[in-house]
């Protein structure tokens, strides 16, 4: 997926604080971009809205956690 996040208000999830791991959601037109906000310049994974939402849906449900 090719989306563009230049200049895109990134947001630190609200679950977040400073001694846990941490991520940041933005939007783009057509995709959700999800980075570690220790290392914004690292990089970020840019999903379809749809496979973010599916994503969020088993974080949320514990389906993930190691």
């Known amino acids: 997926m090719n989306a563009d996040f230049a200049g895109a208000q990134w947001r630190k999830s609200s679950r977040s604080n400073s001694e846990q791991a941490c991520v ?13 906000s220790k ?24 389906d993930l956690d190691l």
């Open 24 to 36: 940041e959601v933005a939007q783009s037109l057509t995709s959700v971009g999800v980075r570690d």
């Open 39 to 62: 290392n914004p310049e690292g990089g970020h994974l840019a999903l379809d809205r749809i496979t973010f939402t599916r994503l969020l849906a088993r974080v949320k449900a514990g």
